[in-house]
């Protein structure tokens, strides 16, 4: 449909940057965002968030808590996982 003009020959064409590693193979002692911890336990980031809730029917108390990174005054501070204790509990689960 749209055609794009031609590359010149001593620029490469634009590529989208690698896959990241997965979440398995960093640091256990580091932090994991919400898509980390997707890829960790295997669930959605919605069924991450109903697991957090209190309000949900899916509720998990032994799901591991999100730490608040910063000083916690912002509205717009990091939440992330510690991957160390999303592995335990991913350890402890029951196998399927």
Do not use: C
Request: aromatic share 12%; proline share 15%; net charge positive.
């Amino acid at each position: 449909m749209y055609d794009r003009p031609p590359t010149p020959p001593n620029e490469r064409p634009f590529r989208l940057a690698p896959p990241s590693p997965f979440a398995h193979d960093k640091d256990p002692h580091g932090y994991a965002d919400y898509r980390e911890a997707s890829a960790i336990t295997g669930m959605s980031e919605g069924s991450i968030r109903n697991r957090l809730s209190r309000d949900s029917p899916y509720w998990d108390p032994t799901f591991p808590r999100p730490r608040r990174l910063g000083n916690g005054n912002g509205k717009r501070s990091a939440v992330r996982f510690i991957r160390g204790e999303l592995y335990a509990w991913v350890a402890q689960r029951p196998e399927a």
